[in-house]
């Protein structure tokens, strides 16, 4: 499949989360990077704004779904402020698409039934890692993983009740691809009641 580099509010899906579908798919099935990678931008109460890449686990119509430490700063951030972006950034494709919305914590089962899926070793290492913490050196990190293998060993990883999913619910998309001489396509949707309104934005 090759990539179509045109995008214009006449050919795109009316429904953002299809239009996100069509990007995505194209970029597994061509392999362009990760397509996954996704950078979170998090504020706090105050308005500090704070940005780091993480892994989008899931998605569908009822948002876009990635796991963490519910006390590392980007959960206390969407704690604190529960208002969230997200850019996945193609560079092999020339496109990005961001997203903004409310951030909520998904259903425990679901986090339980994802954690599950986890390597064993990823499973210890959320328990071994206070996220965002001081640590005073490696070693700590690595007898902390030793602790909790040895605290589960002969049996399954429970998940922690610090650790579990975020759901971010959107109400704005941009998609992004860019042209020739910085005449870039921007279309962008944006929630009103139950209907997405499209429009161009200049470049």
């Given amino acids: 499949m090759k990539i179509n580099r045109v995008l214009s509010e006449k050919t795109a899906d009316p429904d953002p989360f299809i239009q996100f579908s069509h990007w995505y ?24 704004v704070s940005a780091r890449t993480v892994l989008l686990k899931s998605y569908d119509r009822n948002g876009f779904v990635i796991f963490t430490n519910y006390n590392s700063k980007k959960g206390e ?5 529960p208002f969230a972006a997200l850019l996945f950034y193609w560079s092999g494709s020339g496109r990005q698409v961001r997203i903004e919305g409310l951030a909520v914590k998904v259903p425990e089962e679901e986090s339980v039934a994802y954690f599950s899926t986890r390597p064993r070793d990823s499973q210890l290492s959320a328990w071994a890692s206070e996220q965002s913490s001081v640590i005073p050196d490696r070693t700590y ?21 610090f650790w579990g999913g975020f759901r971010i619910i959107p109400d704005f998309f941009e998609f992004w691809q860019e042209r020739e001489f910085r005449l870039h396509d ?5 929630r ?12």
């Fill in 77 to 81: 951030q969407i704690t604190e402020n």
């Fill in 25 to 48: 798919n194209e970029h597994l099935n061509e392999r362009i990077t990760i397509p996954e990678t996704v950078t979170l931008g998090t504020a706090s109460a105050s308005g500090r």
């Fill in 141 to 161: 990190l690595v007898e902390r993983q030793e602790l909790y293998r040895k605290k589960f060993a002969g049996k399954d990883v429970d998940k922690p009740a």
């Fill in 192 to 203: 009103a009641d139950n209907t997405w309104e499209i429009n161009r934005l200049a470049p």
């Fill in 186 to 190: 921007r279309i962008v949707y944006s």
